[in-house]
């Protein structure tokens, strides 16, 4: 299994932006899929965006062109950049990871949580 862990979020103002970190506890090359989720209130959890171990990327289409993945293998973390932001993308965001062995297994981080609001 890997522990992640959440950085970032915070309150922002409509149209700007935040970067949210998510730090694995082990080598993000042993690390097959990662992704972003997020959950508002009273909302079913959905998925943001993905990144593979060959940095394929992925977006809701909600987010497509204002946000943005990336992986570090130096620092084993996954990035979300977010622009433009608006009040509706205000929600918990979660870190997800699946390995290589074993197959399939979700692991969750904690959530962190992020505000759009004037």
Known sequence: QVQLVESGGGLV??????RLSCAASRS???IRFMAWYRQAPGEQRELVGSITNTG???FADSVKGRFTISRDG???TMD???????PEDTAV???????WQPFGVPN?????QVTVSS
């Open 80 to 86: 979300l950049q977010m622009i433009s932001l608006k």
């Open 108 to 112: 969750w981080g904690q959530g962190t």
């Open 28 to 30: 993000i090359s042993s």
């Open 13 to 18: 103002q409509p149209g700007g932006s935040l």
């Open 74 to 76: 130096a620092k084993n």
């Open 93 to 99: 965001y979660y870190c997800y990871a699946e390995l």
């Open 56 to 58: 394929s990327t992925n």
